[in-house]
Antibody
């Protein structure tokens, strides 16, 4: 059974940093692109970033370029999102998802709140 | 960047009726790269349709997708109480992007 479990969310002040993790199991992690998708409270879905199987390609939505960094550790079946210079508008539930273009599998999400 | 718009924003129907949800892309999207998701409150999205018209594993056949170019539809026949939710389209031909969603509510 495919499982994706996010962790690392919480309350952070504007300008602060946070690192999200996603633990993957039930599939060959190193064979798939992976993505982070977020959802602000009461709003729609927004793709944030994705990373190729070997980590050699990474793409980001314009609003997080230069502030967020996606990475992965295939030996540990783990996906990360380092978030720096956080803003109020980054407040959202962050989901990791297995990326086959479409998203067959999602985690349960972790809430990031940016507020003073 | 491909921008997706969805209409209507809210659709009010009764159980047993048919729902037709629309997704329009700002530029042509190969039907191979268009997906639909259902999301209920407090839950992660669930993939319904991929490649414009292919049902994902375990999705009932009352859900159907169609379209090409810039215009795509999700049709739900014989609405069941559990179908009332928010629906998103997504393109994956150029990067990734989602539409703003259509809320399907009980009339």
């Amino acid at each position: 059974e495919v499982q994706l479990v996010e962790s690392g969310g919480g309350l952070v002040q504007p300008g602060g940093s946070l690192r999200l993790s996603c633990a993957a199991s039930g599939f060959t992690f190193s064979s798939y692109w992976m993505s982070w998708v977020r959802q602000a409270p009461g709003k729609g879905l927004e793709w944030v970033a994705n990373i190729k199987q070997d980590g050699s390609e990474k793409y980001y939505v314009d609003s997080v370029k230069g502030r967020f960094t996606i990475s992965r550790d295939n030996a540990k079946n783990s996906l990360q999102l380092q978030m720096n210079s956080l803003r109020a508008e980054d407040t959202a539930v962050y989901y990791c998802a297995r990326d086959s273009g479409r998203y067959n599998y999602w985690g349960q999400g972790t809430l990031v709140t940016v507020s003073s | 960047e491909i921008v997706l718009t969805q209409s209507p924003g809210t659709l009010s129907l009764s159980p047993g009726e048919r729902a037709t949800l629309s997704c329009r892309a700002s530029q042509s999207v190969s039907s191979t790269y268009l997906a639909w998701y259902q999301q209920k409150p407090g839950q992660a999205p669930r993939l319904l349709i991929y490649g414009s018209s292919n049902r994902a594993t375990g999705i009932p056949d009352r859900f159907g997708g169609s379209g090409s170019g810039t215009d795509f539809n999700l049709t739900i026949n014989r609405l069941e109480p559990e179908d009332f939710a928010v629906y998103y389209c997504q393109q994956y031909v150029t990067s990734r992007s989602f539409g703003p969603g259509t809320k399907l509510e009980i009339k």
